[in-house]
C-alpha cells in the first residue's frame, strides 16, 4: 500500500506481500531444539575437535560467564517455557535418558535458573599446553575460583562438564555451597584417578560469618619450627671467659708491656744466656698443669737477665712416676743471680729424682712426717751446696744464695695428694669455689722460756753437782772463732688432699705479692681460670702477665687444675 492508502500499484510493494501475506505460515518454534543452551550445547560440541585456539576462547568464555550477575527469579520460568505441541525436544549429550533416576540433589545454578540434573564433576580447565607437548607433571588439584577445581585436562567429558557447570552458576549460592558442589570425577568419566581436591576457605558473606584463624601446631609447620625463638638460658650460652687485658688496677704500669733491651752476652760463655719467657704444660691423671717464667717489666727496660728458673721434670714411668716444679729467684741485684737461680733448681732435682721412688711411696701412703724430714734434708743439701759455690768464687754466701720453692705430683690419678716444700718468699694459692686462698704455710717465732726436754740445760749434772747460775755477763767473741752464719730461711712444708675443680698455684714473689696487693688481679682471674677447662698455654701466659702497677719483678708461677 502508498502513504495515500491505495492499493499497491507495482512491484515495489512485493516485500511487503511476501511478509504479511495470508498464505505464509506463522513463525514457531524449528523443529530442532533452538534454545540458548542448546545452541551453547552445540558449540560446545564443534569445539571439541579445535586446536587450542579455539579451547582458550571457550575458557576465556567460561570465565566471561563466570561474572555473568544472577538472572531475576520471574524470568528463570519464562526462560524455560514448555516447547510447543508438535516438537520433540531433542536430548543434549550430557544428559542422562529418560527415565534414568537422577543424581543427589544439588543447588541452583548461579544463572539460567535451572538445577543441574547431572551428577556432581569436577571442574577441568581447558589445556593450554600445545598439541606436541609432553604432559605436564602430576600435581595435586588446586580450587579455582567459585569452587573449581583443576583436574586432568585431557579429559573430554569433563571438559564438557566444565564448560556446563561454568555457563549456569546458581544464583543464590555462596562460596561455601560452590566448594560443596565441586566433588571427584566419576569413574566412567576419568582415564586416569586423581587426588581428592581440596576446596577453598569459605568466602564470607553477610550471612555466614569469617573463618576465624587457628594457630598451626609448631611440630606440623616446620618453617615455624625453624624460625621459633626462645629466650636464651646459661645452659644454651654458656659463660665465656673475659678477653685478655693488659693491666688491672688505678693506672698502667711505667713500663712498656713488651721487652726492649737484651741482656748482654758473653761469647765465650752463651750458655749463660737466659731466654726472657719460658713456657710449659702437662696432663697426668686427673689434673692439668701450666708453669711460666717470663721477665718483669723493670728487667726487660733495663736490660737485665730474668733472675727467676723454671724447673719441670718427670722421673719414673705409668702410675708410679713423679712430677717435679721447681722455681727459685736469685739474690737482687747480684751479677749471678740467674746462674744461683738455675743452679738450686737443678740441685733439687737431682736430689728428688734419685730418691723419686721412695716418695712417690710415701706420698700414696700419706706418711707426712716422713715427707716432712726427707724433703727438707734434700732442701738443705741443695742450698748448702750454692753456699760452697759462693765460698769457690770467692763472695759472700748472700750474693749467691736463691729462694725455692717446689712442688711434687703423683702421676697415679687415685692420689689426689699434692705436696709443697720450699725455702724463702713466694706464695701459694688456691682456688675454691669462686674464692682464693691463701694457704701459704706460716712461719712463727719461738717465744717463751724453753721447755724442759726441748732444748733446756738440766738442772744438775749427772754426779749432782748444779750448775752455777748465769749472771747474763756478754762474753767477747773470741777472734779463733769462725763468723757465725746469718739466721737461714724457715722450712716451708704442706701436704694437701685436692678436691674436683680446685685449682693450686704456687708462684715466686714477683706475682704472690700482687695478688696478696691488688684485689682486681684476684677477680680477674678467677673469672679467667673457673671455667670447665683449663686454658691453654697461650692464654696462661696471658693472664699470668697482666700487668699492675708498682709491681714490676720477675714473676714464676704453676698452677694446677683439677678434673
Known amino acids: 500500500m502508498s502513504q495515500q492508502g491505495g492499493r499497491p500499484t507495482g512491484h515495489e510493494d512485493d516485500w511487503w506481500g511476501q511478509l504479511y501475506d495470508e498464505s505464509t505460515e506463522d513463525t514457531g518454534p524449528t523443529p530442532a531444539p533452538d534454545t540458548l543452551d542448546d545452541r551453547f550445547a552445540s558449540v560446545a560440541g564443534a569445539m571439541d575437535g579445535e586446536s587450542d585456539a579455539g579451547a582458550e576462547a571457550v575458557d576465556e568464555g567460561i570465565a566471561a560467564g563466570a561474572g555473568v550477575p544472577a538472572q531475576r527469579p520471574g524470568d528463570a520460568e519464562a526462560t524455560q517455557a514448555p516447547p510447543r505441541a508438535g516438537f520433540a525436544q531433542q536430548r543434549a549429550r550430557w544428559e542422562p535418558p529418560p527415565g534414568t533416576p537422577d543424581g543427589p ?26 598439541p606436541d607437548s609432553p604432559a605436564p607433571p602430576a600435581t595435586p588439584p588446586s580450587a579455582g575460583p567459585g569452587g573449581r577445581v583443576d583436574a586432568d585436562p585431557g579429559q573430554d567429558g569433563a571438559r564438557t562438564a566444565a564448560v556446563e557447570e561454568a555457563a549456569a552458576p546458581a544464583p543464590h549460592t555462596t562460596g561455601r555451597h560452590r566448594a560443596a558442589d565441586a566433588a571427584p570425577v566419576p569413574q566412567e568419566n576419568a582415564t586416569a584417578s586423581a587426588p581428592a581436591p581440596t576446596a577453598d576457605p569459605p568466602t564470607p558473606t553477610p550471612d555466614t560469618p569469617a573463618p576465624q584463624p587457628t594457630e598451626a601446631d609448631p611440630a606440623q609447620d616446620p618453617a615455624r619450627t625453624r624460625h621459633a625463638t626462645r629466650t636464651a638460658t646459661h645452659l644454651d650460652l654458656p659463660t665465656l671467659p673475659p678477653a685478655p ?23 765465650d760463655d752463651l750458655d749463660d744466656l737466659v731466654a726472657d719467657t719460658v713456657l710449659d704444660g702437662a696432663k697426668y691423671g686427673t689434673w692439668t698443669m701450666r708453669a711460666v717464667s717470663l721477665r718483669g717489666d723493670s728487667a726487660r727496660y733495663r736490660g737485665e737477665p730474668r733472675r727467676d728458673s723454671l724447673l719441670t721434670a718427670r722421673f719414673g714411668t705409668g702410675e708410679q712416676a713423679l712430677i717435679l716444679v721447681a722455681m727459685a729467684t736469685g739474690a737482687r741485684a747480684t751479677p749471678g743471680a740467674h746462674r744461683a737461680a738455675a743452679e738450686a733448681c737443678h740441685w733439687i732435682g737431682r736430689a728428688v729424682g734419685r730418691s723419686h721412688a721412695r716418695l712417690a711411696e710415701d706420698i700414696r701412703a700419706a706418711r707426712r712426717g716422713d715427707l716432712k724430714s726427707g724433703l727438707h734434708r734434700l732442701t738443705d743439701r741443695s742450698l748448702g751446696k750454692l753456699r760452697a759455690g759462693a765460698a769457690e768464687q770467692g763472695i759472700e754466701p748472700e750474693e749467691y744464695s736463691a729462694t725455692l720453692r717446689c712442688l711434687l705430683l703423683p702421676a697415679d690419678p687415685e692420689c689426689r695428694t699434692r705436696v709443697f716444700f720450699g725455702v724463702g718468699a713466694g706464695g701459694l694459692f688456691r682456688l675454691r669455689d669462686g674464692d682464693w686462698q691463701d694457704i701459704e704455710p706460716r712461719v712463727t717465732d719461738v717465744t717463751g722460756e724453753a721447755v724442759v726436754g726441748f732444748g ?42 685436692a678436691r674436683p675443680g680446685d685449682t693450686l698455684l704456687m708462684c715466686t714473689g714477683g706475682l704472690a705479692e700482687p695478688l696478696r696487693g691488688e684485689p682486681d688481679l684476684c677477680r680477674y682471674l678467677t673469672t679467667r681460670w ?20 708498682g709491681y714490676a719483678d720477675d714473676r714464676t708461677a704453676a698452677a694446677v687444675w683439677e678434673a
Open 105 to 130: 540433589a544439588t543447588p541452583a545454578s548461579p544463572a539460567g535458573g535451572r538445577t543441574s540434573r547431572e551428577n556432581p564433576v569436577t571442574t577441568v580447565a581447558v589445556s593450554r599446553m600445545p
Open 245 to 267: 687485658v693488659d693491666y688491672v688496677g688505678s693506672g698502667p704500669p711505667t713500663y712498656d708491656a713488651e721487652p726492649t733491651a737484651l741482656p748482654p752476652a758473653d761469647p
Open 456 to 497: 733446756s740445760l738440766p738442772a744438775e749434772t749427772p754426779e749432782g753437782d748444779r750448775l752455777t747460775m748465769d749472771l747474763g755477763i756478754t762474753t767477747p767473741p773470741s777472734p779463733y772463732d769462725p763468723a757465725p752464719e746469718p739466721p737461714r730461711e724457715p722450712f716451708r712444708f704442706r701436704a694437701s688432699v
Open 530 to 549: 673457673s671455667g670447665a677447662t683449663p686454658p691453654g698455654l697461650a692464654s696462661f701466659l696471658a693472664d699470668t702477665q697482666v700487668r699492675v702497677k
